[in-house]
């Protein structure tokens, strides 16, 4: 396709966005959102550039958008250069976005690769330059899939489940009822903060199943929906609400007047303190060793930081030292 769609140096730079549907053949290893046998959303770039630096610096506009988006998901990443022979086959190198995972582990989340004219050279991808000659174009892919969502899950989560910044909870508040025999006003009520948060934007559910409140709560907590508002008589004869933090079970009782306005700054908090618990448990994991007896003891429970003189040899093996694979930061 490229071939047709790249005839000269006005084509470029070419970007193709497309989400990708695949099948693993080899059975072994897989695990739920982490290495799928039935890929179903891969998300893709595909970049066709007429130079090696457009293509550079392609990958770095990709680096860029992985730590974006990963930031949103408050996941903090380290971006690193893969050694040669862990590099993706047919790049002239890759780049790789790590997070840590709750058992100390890294999980790869994202790959953003420099392909140069490796695969250009062998699809006849040409272009025209500016003077005439016959040129290979250079190229770039990367792309998430579902690991961002393991790692969303596994980072954030606690002993009560689900713990989702609120960006992207599909429910970011849940309004329960606490009802004593006469129920309208607080019914009533409830519906009226629906209302409120529903016109700033706020996906929001009243829950006013049969259910006791505390079994509603636990339901909930373990979906992860960042706040609770709880409406019950007494709150209303002070016209205020309860609101309580699923990050940190912080309860408060807030007025109803000015419940919105609320909400919308307990969202930017639990979003600032769910990056930035993870961003210390990152911190602290990362570990300075002199050598490599001390990386072998510490990187299985850490992140090794060591000097490296960049050669394969000394490389590899560091790696079977380790039992880790090396990255260059
Ligand atoms: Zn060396």
């Known amino acids: 396709m490229y071939r047709l769609w790249v ?43 007429p130079t090696w630096d457009a293509a550079a610096a392609q990958v770095e506009a990709g680096l860029k958008i992985y730590r ?24 002239d190198y890759t780049m790789a976005v790590d997070a840590l995972m709750p058992e100390a582990r890294t999980l790869q989340i994202g790959t953003a ?35 961002c969502i393991a790692a969303l899950i596994s980072i954030h989560g606690d002993d009560r489940g689900l713990r989702l910044p609120p960006e992207v909870a599909p429910i970011q508040v849940v309004i329960i009822p606490i009802i004593f025999g006469e129920s309208g006003d607080v019914v009533e009520a409830c519906q009226r903060v ?21 079994a509603k709560y636990y339901r909930w907590e373990l979906k992860g929906v960042p706040l609770r508002i709880e409406i019950g008589p007494r709150d209303l004869k002070k016209n205020s609400c309860v609101i309580v933090r699923r990050d940190t079970a912080e309860k408060r009782s807030v007025p109803l007047e000015v419940v919105s306005d609320t909400v919308l700054e307990l969202f930017e908090e639990i979003h600032t303190n769910l990056f930035r618990i993870a961003k210390k448990r990152l911190d602290e994991s990362i570990i300075d060793c002199d050598t490599l007896e001390e990386a072998r003891e510490k990187a299985s429970s850490n992140i090794c930081r060591i000097s490296w003189c960049g050669r394969k040899d000394c490389g590899l093996e560091m790696e079977d030292n380790t039992k880790s694979l090396p990255w260059n930061v």
Not at 68 to 91: C, H, N, T
Not at 138 to 144: A, N
């Open 7 to 49: 005839r000269s140096h006005a084509d470029m730079p070419l970007r193709i966005y497309q989400i990708v549907n695949t099948f693993r053949y080899e059975t072994k290893h897989t695990r739920p959102l982490i290495r799928l046998r039935e890929i179903t959303s891969f998300k893709e770039a595909h970049t066709v550039h």
């Open 68 to 91: 974006e988006f990963y930031q949103r998901l408050a996941i903090p990443v380290i971006v690193s250069k893969r050694p040669e022979w862990d590099k993706f086959p047919g790049a």
């Open 113 to 147: 690769h420099h392909l140069a004219t490796n695969f250009s050279k062998t699809f006849e991808i040409t272009y025209e330059d500016a003077e005439g000659a016959q040129q290979y174009a250079h190229q770039t892919c990367y792309g998430i899939s579902e690991r």
């Open 194 to 214: 629906e209302a409120a948060l529903k016109a700033r934007g706020v996906r929001v559910r009243v829950d006013s199943s049969d259910e006791r409140p505390g």
